[in-house]
C-alpha cells in the first residue's frame, strides 16, 4: 500500500502501513450475533469498546443502523440514539482514537462529527441512499468511506450484473463518485469495494483477486471489509460465528493486494496478521 494522511479534526495523521478499523455495532439485528452490542446496554458498549482499544483498534467504527440483507428500517432518532450511546461509551474511555461513524443518512453523519465526537464518515452507500451526503461530507471536512454499493439492502442482490468484470465495474462506478466528491472538494476519501454488497460469493472472490487493478485505476486507499461474511462461511457451510479462520486468510490475501485499512470484527487477530505481514515483507525485502 502507499502511504496516505487522513485528517482529523485539522491533525494530520500519518499512514504508513495498514490499520484496523474495529466494529462497534450499536444495534440488535447485526448479521454476526457476536457483533450485536445494543444501545441501551451501556456496560455491554463499555465491555466492547475497551476490548476493541485493548486489543490495538487504530479506529472505531460505531454503527446504528444494520445494513444486512432483510434488515428493518429504522429511524433517524433510533439511529441517533445508537449512535450516540456507541460513540459516548468510546469516548468515555478514549479522548484520542479516532472514531468513524457507519451511517448512510447524512442527518446522522453531521450530529455525529458536529456533536458527538466522531472524525470521519463510513458511508455504506456511497452516497447512494441519500443525495445530500456529498455535501454534508464536503461541509465537515472530514475523511469520507467511500462504498459502492447498488441499490438497497432489500434489492442489492439481485443487482450483480458487471459485464466488463467485477472489479471494473465497481472501479467505474466509484470513478464517478470520486468526481462528484472532487468538485465539491472532498480529497480525503478512502475506497471500500464493498464486499457482499450487490456482488454474489464468486463475484467477491473475484474482486479480492482485482484489488491491486482497483488500486491502480481509483489512486484511493482501499478499505476492505470482510469479516465473518458470506463469502467466508457459505462456500464452507458454516455460520458466521465459526468464520474467523476464513477471515484471517482473506485480510492476509486484502494485504498482499494492497488494502490499507481492514474492518474487522476481531481486532487482536487482525492486529496480528498486520504484524506478521509485516514482518514477512521485511524479510522479503533483506533477501532481494
Not at 48 to 70: C, K
Not at 98 to 124: Q, Y
Amino acid at each position: 500500500m502507499k502511504q496516505f494522511s487522513l485528517n482529523f479534526r485539522g491533525r494530520s495523521h500519518r499512514v504508513d502501513g495498514p490499520i484496523v478499523m474495529g466494529i462497534m455495532n450499536a444495534t440488535p439485528d447485526s448479521f454476526y450475533a457476536g457483533s450485536r452490542t445494543p444501545a441501551d446496554a451501556g456496560d455491554a458498549l463499555r465491555r466492547r469498546a475497551a476490548v476493541l482499544l485493548e486489543q490495538g483498534a487504530d479506529v472505531i467504527d460505531v454503527g446504528g443502523y444494520s445494513t444486512r440483507p432483510g434488515a428493518p428500517e429504522v429511524s433517524v432518532s433510533e439511529e441517533l440514539r445508537r449512535v450516540e450511546a456507541g460513540i459516548g461509551a468510546v469516548r468515555r474511555l478514549s479522548s484520542s482514537i479516532p472514531v468513524s461513524v457507519d451511517t448512510f443518512r447524512s442527518e446522522v453523519a453531521k450530529e455525529a462529527v458536529l456533536n458527538l465526537g466522531a472524525d470521519m464518515v463510513n458511508d455504506v452507500s456511497g452516497g447512494l441512499l441519500d443525495a445530500g451526503m456529498f455535501d454534508a461530507v464536503a461541509d465537515l471536512k472530514v475523511p469520507y468511506v467511500l462504498t459502492h454499493m447498488r441499490g438497497t439492502p432489500a434489492d442489492m442482490s439481485s443487482r450483480t450484473d458487471y459485464p466488463q468484470g467485477v472489479a471494473a465495474g465497481v472501479a467505474a462506478e466509484l470513478s464517478g463518485k470520486l468526481r462528484e466528491l472532487a468538485l465539491r472538494g472532498v480529497s480525503d476519501v478512502i475506497v471500500d469495494p464493498g464486499f457482499g454488497f450487490a456482488k454474489t460469493v464468486g463475484q467477491n472472490y473475484e474482486l479480492m483477486a482485482g484489488l491491486p487493478e482497483l488500486g491502480r485505476l481509483l489512486q484511493r486507499p482501499i478499505l476492505v471489509g470482510v469479516s465473518r461474511k458470506s463469502m467466508v462461511y457459505r462456500p464452507l457451510g458454516i455460520s458466521p460465528s465459526d468464520a474467523l479462520p476464513g477471515t484471517i486468510v482473506l485480510n492476509t490475501l486484502a494485504l498482499e493486494r494492497g488494502a490499507a485499512i481492514l474492518r474487522v470484527h476481531d481486532v487482536a487477530e487482525a492486529v496480528q496478521a498486520v504484524a506478521v505481514w509485516k514482518r514477512f515483507n521485511e524479510a522479503c525485502s533483506v533477501i532481494s
